[in-house]
């Protein structure tokens, strides 16, 4: 039979999306329902309000007014349980997404493990510790062979330390002389006694000089 007629397939049910969908169209038609109520409901208010309590026309309108806000109550008891459905459904969504969003991070931390399992396999502690140590052996030779360069040459035997002191100083002395003004110099002493004339006092020229 299943040759012929083929096999019956078992019909899918909506999805959360269009579920959802179909949950705001009805609310929203629902809405529309209740704001001509309450537009109604406000046109028979004011003609109540023309008409004196008690009589036939007042009882009349007010029969009215009543069976529309009853409707208007029975619409407005769907529209929450359409929003109860509504947040129901959010929250259905909400956690299969979240339970969809845990199966792909579980897949991708396993693809990572498998990746790293991989690249590991690689790699040798034993030869990362003989690397360290060649490199620290380079190290220690580069430092030797710098030392080395930086060693201070011995000063030959024929040098006599005392005359290249005497040597220092005198040309200490030399580049003080060079360096000072003449003008700073101190003047140089008199050499010769000042003459004296015939009463015994020195004599003018000898006098100036003096001073």
């Known amino acids: ?33 209740i704001r001509k ?29 009543v069976r529309v806000l009853q409707q208007k109550k029975m619409y407005e008891r769907q529209r ?7 947040f129901n459904m959010e929250q259905t969504k909400f956690v299969t997404q979240n339970m969809q969003d845990t ?23 034993d030869d990362i510790d003989n690397l360290q140590d060649d490199m620290q052996d380079m190290v ?11 060693r201070a040459y011995q000063t030959p ?19 003080d002389m060079e360096s000072t003004p003449s003008y700073l110099l101190a003047p140089s002493a008199p050499t010769s006694e000042p003459s004296l004339d015939e009463y015994g006092l020195p004599e003018p020229s000898a006098q100036h000089a003096v001073h």
């Open 103 to 125: 199966i792909t991070t579980v897949a991708a931390m396993k693809q990572g493990a498998k990746a790293m399992k991989q690249q590991f396999k690689h790699l040798d502690i």
């Open 80 to 86: 929450e349980q359409l929003m109860t459905q509504q």
């Open 157 to 175: 035997d024929t040098l006599d330390e005392s005359a290249l002191e005497e040597e220092l100083m005198s040309m200490d002395d030399e580049l």
């Open 37 to 65: 109520m309450d537009q109604e409901i406000a046109v028979y208010r004011e003609q109540m309000k023309k008409c004196r309590q008690g009589t036939p026309a007042y009882n009349g309108i007010k029969n009215k007014a």
């Open 140 to 150: 220690d030779f580069s430092n030797e062979v710098q030392e080395s360069l930086s």
């Open 1 to 33: 039979m299943k040759r012929f007629f083929g096999a019956s397939k078992t019909p899918q049910g909506p999805t959360l999306d269009e579920a959802t969908k179909r949950l705001d169209g009805s609310m929203g038609s629902i809405d529309d329902k």
